[in-house]
């Protein structure tokens, strides 16, 4: 069973619809979770507008809580996707070996291959940020569900 982790800042914006997104597009082989970076919004759940915006393409995100990324989710799962540089260096902050290292990726990589291109935090932006992060993630998260699905 794979197990894939999405990470933000704060686990309320990008990496909870990044995870419902490819949730949707995987079977129950996979397990997806989420995370933040930071610990402002620990147990709470996504952004309104990220629910929102989630359930306009037939998503529910709205059991998700937000939680801190830890060093055991180098652990816990096979590959950790970082929505931006900064989350990214943060993580690799937390490897403790080149093994850790190796599972983390950034999710446009999926889309952009080499480009190491960040999602936008739609936070302090408008609706518009946000269904343009949809958009983006629902990309990557296309790449990664055929990748992994012509690999079983």
Do not use: W
């Not at 306009?56 to 709205?62: F, P, Q, V, Y």
């Not at 540089?85 to 070996?97: M, V």
Request: aromatic share 8%.
């Amino acid at each position: 069973m794979t197990k894939i982790l999405m990470v933000c800042l704060g686990n309320i914006c990008r990496s909870p619809l990044a995870e419902g997104i490819l949730k949707s597009k995987l079977d129950n082989t996979y397990i997806v979770d989420s995370a933040g970076t930071s610990s402002y919004h620990i147990g709470n759940k996504p952004d309104p507008r990220s629910i929102t915006t989630a359930q306009k393409h037939n998503i529910d995100i709205t059991k998700q809580r937000a939680r801190q990324f830890t060093k055991q989710d180098f652990l816990d799962f096979d590959i950790i996707y970082a929505m931006d540089n900064s989350n990214y260096d943060n993580i690799l902050d937390l490897a403790e070996n080149e093994i850790d290292k190796s599972k983390v990726k950034l999710i446009l990589n999926e889309s952009f291959p080499n480009k190491n291109l960040d999602v936008p935090d739609p936070y302090y932006g408008g609706n518009n940020g946000f269904e343009k992060v949809y958009t983006l993630l629902n990309d990557a998260c296309q790449k990664i569900s055929s990748t992994l699905n012509s690999n079983t």
